[in-house]
């Protein structure tokens, strides 16, 4: 017993920390080093960008001297404060489209966390056999750059002065901006209610507005509140028109008597700039089958926009709003560069868009408030 | 040079001064409310009852939550000191009598099994232990520290009931194991498996000759079934709370649940920086743990323990604790097992100082400085820092001024220096660093711990901080305080906007205008008044009877010299002797 | 309204068990007027004086008159004098009205709006003395407005209980107008800014430069021919075969400019809020 013991203690310890090994995945990983179908390269390409090793992950792609490495990793981990910096890759999926032994498609799904929520991504790539492994082509884009210029900007600003403290109670301050809503329309959805509709600035002045909903039960008693979140464009200048939408998760419409809601406005300091202009939108349907809007975003003025947000509105025949989407753009709008954007329409509200409108909201890190 | 002094064992006030002297510096200097994660968590708690001490109910977290989730001992006497000296210097007080405690702990532990010398030595290695200075300086576990040694100290007891029927044993042991749940239940828990089943099996091997195992064991039974009932009554609001919102929030991922050998800053956090020099007596502790009899239940113990103390890299902890593996920290077992293993650590020293005499005291000494001074190393190696040391005062300035704490807040980026602000701040906070407390569902239906973390978390964590800001209006959550600008973005395309900046900008100020003031969140988890009574009485009082009872009814001295041979079989060298008085 | 009653409880009480002090002054005062309260008897005693925003204790000498200090009366109100010697105590009351006219309060309402809005602007005037007591008795305030051009325009309105207002109509030309309003020496001023209404007959015009096609609105005026001020957005919509672009571009100097590339035949609609202007049709890139 003396002697055997301790080496059943010892046999029995290592045993288990080898029982540990496999469980963690630490094979299932090493497989994933491989490269031996299109799969495993395309894997062990993104396990790499997963793992923020830029390094190795360069030297994986099939055409690494094409693909510079900082237009990859700029490719895949963003520039200039756009969502991307501000994401890490949680997971992703991959599967096979084509393969003919010399050459193959793989499509990835790349679910990335980011500082507005979850981002996903879906992209088709090239894959090639080279020797005994495969590898992934990467695309070469070439980086769209403005010549050296100097673009005029009529700064338009609207500052605030605040009553001070010690005003005589008489000094009121500046009214609140007037803002209306101009529609609204709630819809049952499968798992929610949803109210959308279209808020007007109508003053002369910038407004920052927060639009909430109530739901109420025939009693008048309140069922959910909630608000719009992101699903709106805060800041709204003179006579600009902004979509809204307002989720209410578990709840069905037979509950509702009626919804109340309420649209604060604020005075707030802004800009004017920048203007972005969305072109060439189109309703189409995108690789995996759904019905998107599409378009691309073009930053007018001589600034980056780090992160923009899209939002769209969609109409019936009869000029209804009948569904509000909305997307974050993963790259940054680099002045007077076109960057693509897609946000989703449902299957089912598609066939009834008859119209739309994209308002383009965004966040500059330079001036955040 | 005369080394007979080697020979002896050190004296029990030689080695709980050298507690002081180790520790008393780096605690008056506050040490662990900079570098420790919790430290300012145990503050927290003991400034609510320190202004509300009857009152559990602590509406500056999670909109309301009760503290009867969290045995109060601890924080109750932190409160008490804070009186006379400060919370802070309250909280270092009484981290300092635990780390006294703990030596006197493992001294009259290591007593059990093994020779006062021997002991002395345990008792001498556990002011360096490194998973000490790893719980105190880093994790800042006030409760696993100072329950602990609580627990050592009833073990004898407990053995001396189990043993030989001493009432005076039943009565002190069954009142430090009351104290004991009183500042950590969790630590009971584990305790009476992974110290109490040794300690049991020990008392039958000792038995008086012609007793039966079986009375042993329906003394220890007893035993655990009176100390049961007490502590279901005095942690009966715990109990109550528990009972009424189980624990059902969905996982929330910790280092210490994964392979250790995945990740080399893991390792050194989870392994090497608690065992320390301890990794190297450890194929002598299961050689000599194997070999003699009497040891090897705490041997079985300390495997146990040490296998726990692994995480994820065995799937022990999963197998015998299913779904709780995945509420669990592990890093306390790692105290467990070395505390286990020192008795045996003791014998070798015995051993060792034999031998080598000057040389062995010198290497023995070094082992042990070494392996403290790699822990407090490690606070500033490690790649983990904590935010502790955030300065938190115009936070605080600007949320007890101008009625901003008719509101609540939330932080974003304040990682551990959040219940420094919570402490001193009047306003109340969606968010809170006591993860087993939250029922907001904001929270408890994502698998991510405090929000103001919520980006170490991932998805999970991002659209949890989304669900509580898209309730902002619910729950009067007007201010958001921003020390990581990753924030900044859901804030301003939420409808957030900075107000103030701080700090040269690394601290920013965001607010909604739209925000009602902050009403009550109606709560079944608030205890009864009756409850809030028992809380604040029953725990402190196990307390003070424990003081009481070691003053009053003192241990009858140990003679040094009248040794009682254990009934060890032949070929088996003797590695401990008991002596009774 | 309770301690007040509590007050002259405790004053009537104090007057029936007084037998040897008799305290008398007068029924009013000015607000921060010093006067004097006339007692009998002989030797040290107590006064308490209750106001209305505060109270004060001192000793007096009874047997003379006892002087009430300008600075103990600022507050208008009821006021009660209690003097106490030995047990014996006396009261008096008296009631201090506001001083003579000579702060102002306005409050002027919206401060921006619409041209020609009837009845859209109004202007409220609180008369105060220096005290901050609001002045009851009927004072004369006077309204001026002076618009960004032309001359002032004033109206003299006698305030009741201390207020005064008028109702204007806005002008019809957009700009700052200034809202100001006196008494005696003190006056106030606010500013109303004036805005042009929606855009009338909003147009577009498109023209190439340089292989680009640019298209700007005219000057976007109301139907009052004011500019619609700089910042108010105006919406461009392109459809071509390209799809559908849109750009919200905000008015700077008066008209709205925005790029917009064209392929193929493209239609080009504006509007600004619920106004919308005309249609181009262009043909393709030059």
């Known amino acids: 017993m003396k002697h055997f013991l301790p080496f059943l203690i010892t046999i029995a310890t290592v045993v288990l920390v080898l029982l540990g090994w496999v469980q963690s995945g630490v094979v299932a990983r090493e497989r994933m080093r491989s490269s031996r179908t299109p799969d495993e390269a395309a894997r062990l390409l993104l396990s790499q960008v997963q793992a923020r090793k830029w390094d190795f992950a360069h030297t994986l792609l099939a055409n690494t001297g094409e693909v510079e490495k900082a237009a990859f990793v700029r490719d895949v981990a963003g520039s200039n404060g756009s969502l991307l910096t501000y994401a890490s890759l949680e997971k992703f999926d991959v599967w096979p489209l084509h393969n003919n032994g010399r050459e193959a498609t793989v499509r990835v799904k790349l679910h990335y966390s980011t500082a507005v929520g979850p981002l996903d991504d879906v992209r088709d790539l090239q894959v090639e056999h080279q020797g005994e492994t495969w590898r992934v082509r990467w695309p070469t884009t070439t980086i769209a750059k403005v010549a050296p210029q100097v673009i005029p900007v009529n700064y338009l600003r609207w500052d605030v002065i605040n009553r001070n403290a010690e005003d005589d109670w008489g000094v009121q301050n500046v009214d609140s901006p007037q803002v209306r809503i101009l529609s609204m329309n709630a819809l049952q959805r499968p798992d929610r209610i949803v109210i959308l509709g279209e808020i007007v600035n109508e003053d002369t002045i910038p407004a920052y507005i927060n639009v909430g909903a109530t739901l109420l039960r025939p009693d008048g008693s309140p069922i959910a509140q909630e608000t719009s979140f992101d699903k709106i464009s805060h800041v709204l200048l003179p006579k600009q028109v902004s979509p809204y939408r307002i989720d209410f998760p578990g709840i069905k419409l037979d509950q509702v008597k009626s919804v109340r809601m309420d649209a604060k406005a604020m005075l707030v300091p802004a800009s004017a700039d920048p203007v972005i202009e969305v072109n060439r939108q189109k309703l189409e349907t995108d690789a995996l089958g759904k019905k998107v809007l599409r378009g691309d975003l073009v930053n007018q003025s001589g600034q980056i926009v780090n992160i923009p947000h899209v939002l769209a509105a969609y109409y019936d025949a009869n000029g209804k709003v009948i569904w509000v989407s909305d997307g974050y753009v993963d790259q940054e709008l680099q002045p007077q560069i076109p960057v693509a954007f897609a946000v989703d329409v449902p299957d089912d509200v598609a066939p009834k868009v008859h119209n739309y409108h994209v308002v383009v909201n965004h966040y500059d890190i330079n001036n955040a408030s | 040079m005369e080394t007979g002094y080697l020979r002896r064992p050190i004296p029990l006030a030689a080695i709980v001064l050298l507690a002081l002297v180790v520790h008393g510096p780096l605690l008056t200097m506050q040490l662990p409310l900079t570098t420790s994660y919790d430290a300012n968590l145990h503050i927290f708690f003991a400034s609510h009852y320190a202004h509300h001490w009857f009152d559990p109910w602590n509406e500056k977290w999670f909109a309301g939550f009760s503290q009867t989730t969290y045995p109060p001992l601890g924080h109750q006497w932190i409160a008490i000191f804070s009186y006379i000296v400060g919370l802070r210097e309250a909280y270092a007080l009484v981290q300092l009598i635990a780390v006294v405690l703990l030596a006197i702990g493992v001294y009259r532990f290591s007593r059990l099994w093994v020779s006062e010398r021997a002991s002395s030595y345990a008792a001498a290695f556990s002011v360096f232990l490194g998973a000490v200075a790893f719980l105190v300086y880093s994790a800042g576990q006030l409760s696993t520290m100072l329950s602990a040694p609580l627990y050592l100290l009833a073990l004898p007891y407990f053995y001396d009931w189990s043993r030989s029927a001493d009432g005076k044993g039943l009565l002190k042991g069954l009142v430090l194991i009351w104290a004991a749940a009183s500042v950590h239940h969790v630590t009971l828990i584990f305790g009476s498996v992974l110290f109490a089943l040794p300690v049991v099996w020990l008392a039958c091997i000792d038995r008086h000759e012609g007793r039966s195992v079986a009375a042993v064991l329906t003394r220890a039974i007893m035993f655990a079934v009176v100390a049961g009932i007490g502590v279901g009554v005095i942690l009966l609001p715990y109990w109550i709370a528990i009972i009424r919102h189980p624990i059902e929030q969905i996982p929330i991922p910790h280092a210490s649940r994964s392979n250790l050998l995945l990740n080399l800053n893991y390792l050194t956090n989870y392994f090497f920086v608690p065992y320390g020099a301890l990794i190297l007596a450890l194929p002598f502790v299961i050689w000599i743990g194997s070999a003699n009899r009497r040891l090897r239940p705490l041997l079985f113990g300390f495997w146990v323990a040490f296998l726990f103390g692994l995480g994820g890299t065995t799937p022990v902890p999963k197998w015998i604790f299913g779904r709780a593996f995945e509420i669990l920290t592990f890093e306390r077992f790692t105290l467990s097992a070395a505390l286990l293993a020192l008795p045996i650590v003791g014998l070798l020293a015995e051993s060792l100082l034999d031998r080598y005499r000057a040389v062995a005291a010198v290497g023995l000494s070094a082992a042990a400085a070494a392996t403290m001074a790699i822990a407090m190393g490690w606070l500033a190696w490690s790649p983990f820092h904590t935010l502790s040391g955030l300065n938190v005062d115009s936070v605080v300035e600007f949320l007890n001024r101008n009625g901003h704490d008719r509101y609540r807040y939330l932080t974003l980026g304040f990682g551990n220096a959040l219940p420094k602000v919570s402490t001193y701040a009047n306003a109340n906070s969606v968010d809170g660093e006591y993860n087993s407390a939250r029922l907001l569902p904001e929270m408890t239906h994502y698998g991510s711990a405090q929000l103001t973390s919520a980006k170490f978390f991932g998805t999970a964590g991002m659209e949890s901080v989304r669900a509580m800001l898209k309730h902002a209006n619910n729950y009067g959550l007007k201010y958001v305080f921003v020390h990581d600008p990753y924030y900044e973005p859901m804030l301003a395309f939420a409808g957030w906007r900075k107000i103030e900046t701080y700090d040269s900008g690394t601290v920013t100020v965001w607010s909604k205008e739209d925000v009602p003031p902050a009403r009550p969140i109606q709560s079944d988890a608030m205890p009864a008044p009756w409850e809030g009574l028992l809380w604040g009485t029953l725990p402190l009082g196990s307390s003070i009877l424990a003081i009481l009872l070691a003053l009053l009814l003192p241990d009858r001295v140990r003679a040094t010299e009248r040794v009682v041979e254990f009934p060890a079989p032949a070929g088996e060298r003797v590695y401990a002797r008991e002596a009774r008085g | ?286």
């Open chain 3, 1 to 286: 309204m309770p301690r007040l009653i509590t007050f002259l409880s405790l004053a009537l009480l104090l007057a029936i068990r007084a037998h040897g002090v008799e305290l008398r002054g007068p029924a009013q005062v000015k607000a921060g007027s010093a006067f004097s309260l006339s007692s009998n008897g002989s030797g040290e005693a107590t006064l308490y004086l209750v106001g209305p925003a505060s109270v004060s204790k001192r000793k007096v000498q009874l047997g003379s008159g006892i002087p009430v200090e300008a600075g103990e009366i600022e507050h208008a109100g009821r006021y009660v004098a209690i003097v106490c010697s030995g047990g014996d105590c006396s009261s008096a009351n008296f009631y201090v009205f506001a001083s003579d006219a000579s702060k102002l309060s306005l409050l002027v309402h919206p401060s921006r709006v619409r041209v020609a809005t009837p009845n859209a602007i109004s202007a409220v005037a609180f008369v105060f003395d220096k005290f901050h007591n609001l002045v009851l008795t009927p004072s004369d305030v006077e309204f001026r407005v002076t618009p960004q051009q032309g001359p002032a325009l004033t109206h003299s309105q006698p305030s009741s209980n201390g207020v005064a207002w008028v109702r204007m109509t806005s002008a019809t030309k957009e700009g700052p107008t200034k809202i100001g309003a006196a008494v005696a020496d003190a006056s106030e001023l606010r500013v109303v800014r004036q805005v042009a209404s929606d855009a009338c007959n909003l147009r577009i015009k498109s023209e190439w430069v340089s292989g680009k096609l640019f298209v700007q609105t005219d000057p976007v005026r109301d139907c009052g021919g004011n500019n619609v001020p700089d910042g108010t957005v105006v919406s461009f919509t392109k459809t071509d075969e390209a799809g559908k672009t849109t750009v919200d571009a905000p008015i700077k100097r008066g008209i709205a400019r925005v790029e917009m590339p064209v392929s193929g035949e493209a239609r080009i609609d504006v509007a600004s809020g619920v106004v919308t202007g005309n249609e181009l049709n262009v043909a393709g890139a030059r």
